[in-house]
Every structure is written in C-alpha cells, then in structure tokens.
C-alpha cells in the first residue's frame, strides 16, 4: 500500500483533520506504512495551530466538522502567510458540485470523496506533494540568486509563495495590502493580462511608480496552457531615475549632467515643454541640449537618441 515513488522523499510530514476517530485511524496507518511522519487534529482550531507550529507539507483536511467546518479552516490557513503555500486536500462525502467549488474557492489543491480508499488518497498526496516540492525548490533557487518573483491564483486573488525579494518590494509598494492578498489594482491587470495571453496577445507589463522608483510586473504561464490551472508567475523589476540617469552618464561620458537628465525625460516620451517644467527651465534651453545630444550621439531624431541610449545601457528599464 505504498505510495508512487516521485522522489521517495522520507521526511514528508501529513496532517490529518477529521473528527472521526475510525478515520484517523485508517489514515493514520496508511501513511505511516508507507513512511510519511503524520499529525492529526480532530477540529478546525487545532489543525490551525498545528498546522502553524509544525508547517506539514501537506494538510487532508475533513470538509465536514462541528464548529468550524473545514472550508473556515481552509480559508484562514490559505490567509496566513505561514501556513498559504501548504497544499490541502479536502475530505468530504460531499460531491454536489456547490461543495466541490466552494472547497477549491477555500484554497484546496483537490479532493477525495468517503468511504476513503487509502490507495487513492496516497496516489494524491504522493502527486501533491511533488508539485508542491518542486515549487519549494524553485522558490529557494530564486531566493539564493536574488531574484523577486511570485506566485499568484487568479481564481483566490492571493499569494501562493514568494521570494524574499518580492514580499520586500510588495511591502514597500503596497504597504496596506495583506501579506498573502494581491492588491486590487494588480489583480485587475492579471485578469486583462491573462485573457489577453489566453488569447494568444503578447504579454503587456504593469508599472507601479512611487515617487522617483517604479516597479515592472511581468506575467508568466506557469505551464504550456497559460494559466489553465489559475495560477501565473508574476516577475518583479525595480527601477528607479537615479539609476537610469546614473546609466546613462556612463554610458555616455560626453554628454553634461544637464544633457543627460534631458535624454532621460526624452527616453520617457517627454516633450520639450514637459522637460522644461521638471528642470525648470524653457523649452527652448531644452532644445538647446537636446541639440547637443543629438550631435554627442551622432543622431538626428528624439527615437534613434532614445534607442541609441538605451541601447548602450544595456538593462536600464523604463516604464
């Protein structure tokens, strides 16, 4: 009565929800023989603080219990940020299709129906627990190499896991949001994002701008049919002026402090008016550096500047 051998890990840790004994006692054993270290709790305020001391790695979790049922329980696991990315599997003896959508609404991976058949339950586990390791080993080599990305459901609108980086910068940016919520403003843009993508679009960016910095989300399917399963990789990006200008001064050693402000606010698709009431000066100074620019570049027009910068620069991102 073995699990499926998906990597045969041996330190997988199991709770087990349910308030009748006689189920416990299957699972219990079940899991056990094939190797799994199992926990259990008999209702929904102990399987939250189990679940929050011990981090199982995966949660079977009965739907149906006195007090808080299982989909509460589901819900506020899903809420914390401790315990969000940790896959629950539902219990129930409940198949109207109502009471399988709200157990998925509640955050649950999938499914098993009673009388339980323990070589189906372990077959799901064994996948869930598999798919679950292997974004726990993405997610650490993405942190190791200092990367801000995330993991999104567009179907619950929250957080399935995050790098370091990315839960700094959503912090930064989005100080009022919840630590596992996306904020309202970006879900909206994954939702037109992901039809666009559904139907075959190029991906389009989102730009986030407080003060001097920004931050650039780019959109990811997870797999070959984009967002089948309601969940998108979501890339963060930070830039900031100082930097591009920083840049660009280097890049171009020739150009004055002056001229490469203007570069940048041209590069920004800024007219000569518009850059005069940010450097507070007139237009026509503007265009006096700008011709300069032109001439240090060795270029005619604002667009072939702008490329020929950017060019140089070589990773310096706009929004």
């Known amino acids: 009565m073995s699990a499926p051998n998906f990597d045969d890990p041996r330190d997988d840790v199991v709770l087990i929800v349910d308030d009748i004994p006689d189920n416990l006692a299957v699972l219990h054993d079940a899991l056990?023989?094939?190797?799994?270290?199992?926990?259990?709790?008999?209702?929904?305020?102990?399987?939250?603080?189990?679940?929050?001391?011990?981090?199982?790695?995966?949660?079977?979790?009965?739907?149906?219990?006195?007090?808080?049922?299982?989909?509460?329980?589901?819900?506020?696991?899903?809420?914390?940020?401790s315990t969000a990315a940790i896959p629950v599997v539902f219990m129930t003896g409940l198949t109207d299709t109502e009471h399988v959508l709200a157990a998925f609404a509640a955050g649950g991976v999938d499914y098993v129906t009673k009388p339980l058949r323990p070589r189906e339950v372990l077959a799901r586990i064994a996948a869930h627990l598999h798919?679950?390791?292997?974004?726990?080993?993405?997610?650490?080599?993405?942190?190791?190499?200092?990367?801000?990305?995330?993991?999104?459901?567009?179907?619950?609108?929250?957080?399935?896991?995050?790098?370091?980086?990315?839960?700094?910068?959503?912090?930064?940016?989005?100080?009022?949001?919840p630590e596992v919520a996306m904020p309202p403003e970006l879900m909206a843009w994954i939702a037109r994002e992901a039809l666009r993508r559904r139907g075959g679009a190029e991906g389009l960016t989102f730009t986030v701008t407080r003060g001097p910095k920004r931050l650039n989300f780019a959109l990811h399917a997870m797999d070959d049919e984009a967002g089948s399963e309601g969940q998108w990789l979501l890339v963060l990006r930070e830039a900031s002026e100082t930097a591009l200008l920083q840049s660009l001064m280097q890049a171009h050693p020739t150009l004055t402090a002056r001229e490469s402000e203007v570069l940048y606010w041209v590069i920004q698709g800024k007219t000569n008016r518009d850059i005069g009431e940010i450097l507070g000066t007139s237009p026509r100074t503007v265009h006096k550096h700008l011709e300069h620019v032109f001439e240090k570049l060795g270029v005619e027009t604002r667009t072939a500047a702008a490329a020929m910068a950017l060019g140089k620069v070589r990773g310096g991102v706009v929004a």
């Not at 929050?52 to 299982?70: E, H």
């Not at 567009?154 to 959503?170: D, H, K, N, V, Y």
């Open 32 to 81: 056990d023989e094939s190797g799994y270290t199992v926990l259990v709790a008999t209702h929904g305020e102990a399987a939250l603080q189990r679940a929050a001391q011990a981090q199982p790695d995966l949660i079977l979790l009965d739907a149906v219990m006195p007090g808080m049922d299982g989909f509460e329980v589901a819900r506020r696991l899903k809420a914390e940020p």
């Open 131 to 177: 798919t679950a390791r292997a974004q726990r080993q993405a997610q650490h080599a993405l942190d190791a190499f200092g990367h801000a990305t995330l993991v999104v459901s567009e179907r619950r609108g929250q957080r399935l896991w995050q790098t370091s980086l990315a839960r700094e910068l959503m912090r930064e940016y989005f100080p009022d949001a």
